[in-house]
């Protein structure tokens, strides 16, 4: 499996080069999915349900169609009968069925946005309403235990909680946080004869053009899905999502006119996912010295009633400590709410809060380093599976963490430092996150007018996809990056995996690097012009041989003011590894960028139920908070050298998502030190610290 | 929105009268809250009159030794006046604790002082808000409850207002400047703005057509020495958790006079009288600053949900006199 | 109703205008330059950010009627002027690219006028080059859910140094 880009002199990749498609975004122009410019377009806006259960009886449109410019008001009686794929959340409009509030249970298409808004508010809606339920707890007596994820259970931990000298027996809590990419959801959708066309903000052009041939019982051939530029997902424009179906409901209804669609920030907040709330019971026992003898986490998330979503928090528990019982355990609360989804790191992001501050609560304990800690429950092979680590480079992290940001002169006695007054703490915390592979990409390489055009649907989120898939491609190749001419963010490219899972880079290259050795195969080094080769994404047998995953340390300074809680975080410092870096820019972008979502995630974001109403009241960036700029003060983020010969040809693991594995675990046990509160709950405000 | 017209004035007196003489039609200032409330179906006007250009935007002495600000004069420039940074610095840290640059650029003075709360039940037009539909009901309490008050509110009512502005004009006892259809009127900051009690929908005094034109200072020399403590959840871009404006007149270690007022606690830009009587004529120890929030924290009254609140402002008063009687001594 | 206004020093005119409409509603759907983003619609996030008669606002929360006569700078009009395919990106936009502060490139419109106004009013005033708080402090209202800000902090400097450098030296930067 190594070596296979050996026989190219590898110039390309770990070259720190520009961005791409950097010019086109700082002169405006690069386009995304609303600003296509096509001619006389209409604009959609959804009818919301404004009860959390019920159907809908009847909906009064004669005031919304009154208003000039108005040109239909779609709802589940005119609109088109869907396929049904098993996919309950993009049955829209097929039926009257209320299932959580804000539910799209129509939409008004006019000749202008302000009109179709308008419209919207004088559409009256008489419900049947149902009663409801969206309060999340571990205390409900409906739980249940999902399919995918049975109790994992190792040894007996309850035994050796009972026997062990030193026990640690928490619960912590993480809220529902929205994706909240900058870009709204937004399609255009146009109906032709030839087919449907979608101009998408998506994180997989391939993926949103089978699902919808699917749903609209359309030959996946006559659906055609454009996106060259995507303003950010974090896994909210992974999945498919409603709008996009309504979009092309109402497209069809208005068979070559554009129709557009983009959402609102308060619709981000109903109708394209969220990362499930969880309560996560973490339990340890430990010999004095720190040596875990049992490690356990209790998950409780939540889910819609109607499709099944389950935060995964308890995976991390698998991978990260030796330890010779273990129980790893997920239970779901079916709520009338809308479905949870994907958002960075799903499950490891939260699953890394409860473990790795019990992890810190242990340390204090024992009265061992926390860095040292987890040294001394360092496994030599993967605990759950067994199966050896094809890298593994967590102690390297700590150590170079630990080195870098100064933490050997630390005095573990919390409360001892003020300055200014402000209280001041340091604190530590893992990462990890698994290096997976996506099946299902093909890449066409093509010599033509003297250049290769390389060309794979591949989705560009911001994470630099156009920029390291053009230096993989010019490595692979053999040629400088100038002599590579990239195409992604089209499904009439070669198909591609979706943009998820830090899956990207890692199938995309290989695949791209297969698609090079055949060109080269076939056409040698002196290719005629015209000459044409594809491939797919080669297998790797060490996927089932090995466990494969990337590692991190992360380091925090955190002041806590001692009038009035406010809590800072002059400092963070993540150390990575992550394999071979294929563009030190762009990675250090993403590095850092998953950081501070972390610390926006220990400090702010809650997305807030009001559980009479069943939705997020605080639906927009004045009321939820993301990490501002003056939040952030000295971040940085290293990697270390790794070579792994087994997880892919390009020796790379990715990295979007690693990032934000952790970050708020080394907040909260900084806070800890800072002042002697130990905090469980995210996000941690100053309530906390008040006295 | 329902369409509406929108018409530019010419002249303060023609714009009141036009304005009062439609119950449907709005002033635009900056537009930086009305035009959200627009889109947000908030507010429904059939007309709009811009007054942007016909106020006065700049600052001037008075000959009493106060000054006269502009209400059509913008936040950031009001925030970068020198006057203003030497005579009410607190007014300028306040301005510059608030909202964003660009937010700034486009707020003025008197647009300012009549933005509406923000409240997630006021903004969001399918749920009741008796501010925003009276009678209605008010989802607030048993609610999301972080940014509401604990003073003075009623059981119709737990908005808090959201201007850093006007915590500091009202500490400096400005005068608001009216212009109605009956002529010019004055104001007090401090009696501006109202509590809710059972009229919620009403946020100030004013009268359909009012037009605030300036806001005046009076001559308060130890107000040079004033400042303006924010504490939010965010570091920077986030309305007020609680906030303090104060300034304090302290001579042979005794506080003679204390101006002082709280945002983020009320309906209103909360004047502490309490604590100011507190402080006067004490000697500024810590247990008299402790003693000076507490009793004027004495009433306050959180809801489920701000229980934190009446802590956190005792604590943000008592740092900020603290700072503030530590830089006298030090001067 | 009507509008006219100027656009990176060109005079448009936007017809059939609701008065409720944004100025960058009628930017990005009229007037065919959608570099200003929509992202918050509430002046939240500064993505729409455009300079209004020297001044930057967001465009988001300026009413079309508003702008009747004014000038508007949008990101489109802040590259060399020339022939649209061979301008010259300005030393702001150069050192975004330079410095990794773009990803997605959502925010980066808006961050680039706003860093544009900073730069001129300090280096393009004879002042020095601005701190990391000033930076921070007149960014602040441009919110990034990508990059985590450091990166953009870079850019900033970077462009303030070289057109202080320009500026001091007088040669290209």
Not at chain 1, 113 to 126: D, K, T, Y
């Amino acid at each position: 499996m190594s070596g296979l880009l050996e026989n190219t002199s590898t110039r390309a990749i770990g070259a720190d080069i520009g961005r791409v498609d950097g010019p086109a975004k700082v002169t405006g122009t690069a386009t995304y999915a609303f600003e296509h410019q096509l001619n006389a377009p209409a604009y959609l806006h959804p009818i919301q349900a404004t009860v959390v259960r019920g159907r809908v009886r009847e909906f009064d449109t004669r005031d919304a169609e009154a208003v000039p410019g108005v040109l239909t008001v779609l709802t589940h009686d005119n609109a088109a009968r869907l396929a049904d794929i098993g996919d309950a959340e993009l049955a829209v409009l097929q039926s009257d069925e209320v299932a959580h509030r804000g539910q799209v249970i129509g939409a008004v298409l006019a000749e202008t946005p302000e009109a179709a808004r308008q419209a919207v508010r004088l559409v009256r809606v008489h419900y049947e309403e149902r009663s409801h339920d969206v309060r999340f707890s571990a205390a409900r007596t409906d739980l249940y235990t999902p399919g995918e994820a049975e109790d994992d259970e190792q040894g007996d931990l309850a035994g050796a909680m009972a026997s062990a000298p030193v026990t640690v027996d928490h619960t912590y809590t993480t809220p529902m946080e929205h994706n909240n990419p900058m870009e709204p959801h937004s399609t255009i959708a146009v109906w032709e004869d030839a087919g449907l066309t979608l101009y998408e903000s998506t994180q997989g052009v391939h993926s949103v053009r089978s699902t919808m041939a699917e749903l609209f019982g359309l030959d996946p051939e006559r659906v055609r899905v454009i996106a060259p530029h995507v303003g950010g997902g974090f896994g909210s424009k992974g999945p498919l999502h409603p709008p996009v179906v309504l979009a092309a409901l109402a497209a069809r209804l208005l068979p070559g006119r554009p129709v557009k669609l983009a959402l609102t920030r308060q619709q981000m907040f109903d109708l394209v996912g969220y990362r499930s709330p969880t309560i996560q019971r973490v339990r340890l026992a430990a010999e004095p010295d720190g040596r875990l003898t049992g490690i356990g986490i209790d998950v409780t998330a939540q889910t819609a009633r109607f499709k099944e979503f389950l935060e995964q928090a308890g995976k991390p528990t698998e991978v990260m400590y030796a330890a010779p019982n273990r129980r790893i355990t997920h239970r779901l609360a079916a709520l009338d709410v809308a479905p949870p989804t994907w958002m960075r790191a799903p499950g490891e992001c939260p699953g890394m809060f409860g473990p790795e501050v019990a992890m810190d609560e242990l340390a204090v304990a024992c009265g061992v380093d926390p860095v040292e800690l987890r040294v001394r429950n360092e496994p030599g092979t993967e605990p759950a599976s067994g199966r050896p680590f094809s890298s593994r480079n967590l102690v390297a992290c700590l150590r170079e963490g630990a080195r870098r940001f100064g933490w050997q002169d630390r005095d573990p006695e919390p409360r001892r430092r003020m300055e200014d007054g402000w209280l001041v703490g340091t604190g530590v915390a893992a990462s990890t996150y698994p290096t997976g592979q996506m099946p299902g990409s093909v890449a066409a390489v093509r010599f033509e007018d003297g250049h290769y055009h390389v060309r794979i649907g591949a989705a560009d989120i911001g994470t630099g996809a156009w920029t390291v898939l053009t230096q993989i491609a010019a490595d692979a190749l053999g040629v400088p990056v100038t002599a590579v001419r990239l195409r992604i963010g089209d499904s009439s490219l070669p198909s591609a995996s979706l943009a998820g899972g830090s899956t990207g880079t890692v199938s995309w290259g290989s695949t791209i690097v297969a698609a090079a050795q055949a060109f080269r195969e076939r056409h040698g080094t002196a290719p005629a012009d015209g000459a044409e080769a594809r491939a797919g994404l080669p297998d790797n047998p060490n996927r089932e041989r090995y466990a494969m995953h990337a590692f991190g340390a992360q380091f925090a300074e955190v002041r806590v003011h001692a009038d009035t809680g406010e809590v800072r975080v002059p400092r963070l410092l993540g150390v990575f590894a992550a394999g071979r870096i294929v563009n030190p820019r762009t990675a250090r972008s993403q590095f850092i960028g998953g950081m501070t979502m972390g610390l926006s995630m220990a400090l702010h974001e809650d997305s807030v139920v009001d559980p009479r109403f069943g939705c997020v009241v605080n639906h927009d960036l004045a009321e939820y908070h993301i990490a501002a700029n003056a939040d952030v003060v000295d971040l940085q983020a290293h990697w270390i050298d790794e070579a792994d010969p087994y997880v892919n040809p390009l020796g790379a693991k990715g990295i979007g998502e690693i990032g934000i594995v952790g970050t708020a675990a080394a907040i909260v046990n900084a806070a800890y030190h800072a002042t002697g509160v130990r905090v469980r709950e995210l996000p941690m405000t100053l309530e906390h610290f008040l006295a | 929105m329902n369409p509406f017209d929108y018409r530019r004035a010419e002249d303060a007196a023609g714009a009141v009268a036009t304005v009062a003489a439609d119950p449907r039609a709005m002033f635009l200032g900056g537009g930086t809250n009305l035009v959200d409330h627009l889109k947000l179906g908030i507010v429904d006007p059939d007309l709009l009159v811009d007054v942007t250009r016909l106020l006065p935007d700049g600052v001037e002495p008075l000959p009493d030794g106060g000054v006269r600000i502009g209400a059509g004069m913008r936040n950031s420039d009001l925030a970068a006046d020198p006057l203003i940074r030497r005579r009410y610095p607190v007014l300028s840290q306040a301005l510059l604790s608030g909202a964003s640059g660009q937010l700034r650029n486009a707020a003025t003075t008197g647009g300012n002082l009549l933005q509406r709360t923000r409240c997630v039940y006021f903004q969001d037009v399918t749920m009741a808000c008796n501010k925003r539909r009276p009678g209605s009901g008010c989802s607030a309490f048993g609610g999301y409850t972080r940014y509401h008050a604990i003073l003075g509110a009623s059981e119709h009512c737990i908005a808090t207002h959201p201007s850093d502005m006007a915590v500091a004009l009202s500490a400096l006892d400005a005068t608001v400047v009216v212009q109605g259809t009956d002529g010019e009127r004055r104001v007090a900051m401090t009696e501006l703005h109202r509590l809710p009690g059972d009229a919620p929908e009403r946020d100030t005094v004013l009268r359909h057509g009012d037009l605030i034109t300036a806001v005046e200072l009076p001559d308060l020399p130890f107000a040079a020495r004033s400042r303006y403590r924010k504490v939010r959840d965010r570091a920077s871009y986030a309305f007020a958790l609680v906030s303090v404006a104060a300034a304090v007149d302290l001579s042979d270690g005794v506080i003679r006079e204390a101006r002082i007022a709280l945002g983020g606690v009320a309906h209103k830009p909360w004047r502490a009288t309490r604590a100011e009587a507190e402080l006067r004529g004490a000697r500024p120890t810590e247990e008299t600053l402790r003693a000076a929030a507490e009793a004027e924290l004495a009433e306050a009254r959180p809801v489920e949900g701000n229980e934190f609140k009446p802590t956190l402002a005792r604590n943000t008063l008592v740092a900020t006199l603290r700072d503030l009687v530590e830089e006298e001594r030090t001067r | 109703m009507r509008v006219s206004f100027e656009v990176n020093g060109h005079e448009v005119t936007a017809d059939n205008v609701w008065p409720g409409e944004s100025l960058l509603y009628v930017l990005r759907e009229r007037l065919g330059l959608p570099g200003s983003k929509n992202a918050c619609e509430q002046g939240e996030c500064g993505s729409c950010t455009v300079y209004l008669d020297g001044v930057t606002v967001c465009s988001c929360l300026v009413a079309a009627g508003q702008a009747q006569g004014r000038a508007v700078r949008t990101v489109e009009g802040l590259a060399e002027s020339g022939d649209l395919a061979e301008r010259r990106l300005s030393p702001v936009q150069e050192a975004f690219v330079e410095a990794g502060a773009v990803q997605c490139g959502f925010c980066t419109p808006g961050l680039l006028v706003q860093t544009d106004d900073l730069i001129e009013r300090t280096v393009g005033q004879g002042g020095g080059v601005p701190d990391e708080a000033e930076i921070r402090e007149h960014l602040a209202g441009n919110l990034c859910r990508c990059t985590g800000y450091e990166k953009i902090i870079d850019a900033v400097r970077l462009a303030a140094e070289r057109t202080a450098a320009q500026r001091d030296g007088g040669g290209p930067a």
